[in-house]
């Protein structure tokens, strides 16, 4: 009996250990996938297709100065695109003026189009934003935005991004 019931337990621990093992494995697969930008150009291509300072924020993780991009105190409703790839990031919709000299949004359009990942680069503990599709740098997220909101500063270069005016996106939606 005592056999028994030691066997039943030595089978039940290496269930238990496959069982982990898979679905951790699963988890790892799934987390690398949705982390691996769809779109992949050499660096060449990428210098061919966009501008030497657009590259350098996009795809060298540069930041543009404070107060220096276009879209920091744009008002204009419409939707924010990835400079990139064209993927739409953000709407006007979530844009708040955060006075950090950047474009604000408390929120992106879909989540799924906004990868998320530390990064410990200048000393500092920091996560960064960049485009699920093309991979592109966008900026950083921090936890200091409107709190009636979702609490999120979505802090982006606007060299990362188009516009797209309200009227023009939803011309192109009836287009679609
Ligand atoms: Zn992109």
Redesign the pocket.
């Known amino acids: 009996m005592q056999r028994n019931n030691k066997n039943q337990l030595v089978i039940c621990t290496l269930l238990l250990f496959l069982l982990t093992n898979c679905s951790n494995n699963t988890q790892k697969k799934i987390a690398m996938k949705n982390n691996a930008p769809k779109m992949n150009l050499t660096e060449e291509e990428w210098k061919e297709k966009l501008s030497p300072e657009e590259f350098q924020v996009l795809r060298q993780k540069g930041t543009e100065r404070a107060f220096t991009g276009k879209y920091t105190d744009n008002k204009e409703e419409g939707i924010y695109v990835?400079k990139?790839?064209g993927?739409e990031l953000f709407s006007s919709e979530t844009k708040f003026d955060s006075h950090c000299g950047w474009p604000s949004f408390y929120d992106g359009i879909d989540k799924s189009k906004i990868t998320e990942t530390l990064d410990l680069s200048h000393g500092m503990t920091r996560t960064e934003v960049t485009?699920s599709?093309?991979g592109?740098h966008l900026g950083h997220v921090f936890n200091d935005g409107p709190t009636d909101k979702t609490g999120l500063r979505y802090c982006i270069n606007s060299i990362s991004l188009g516009f797209i005016e309200k009227q023009e996106y939803d011309s192109l939606l009836k287009k679609k």
């Open positions: 990835c990139g790839c993927t485009c599709n093309c592109g």
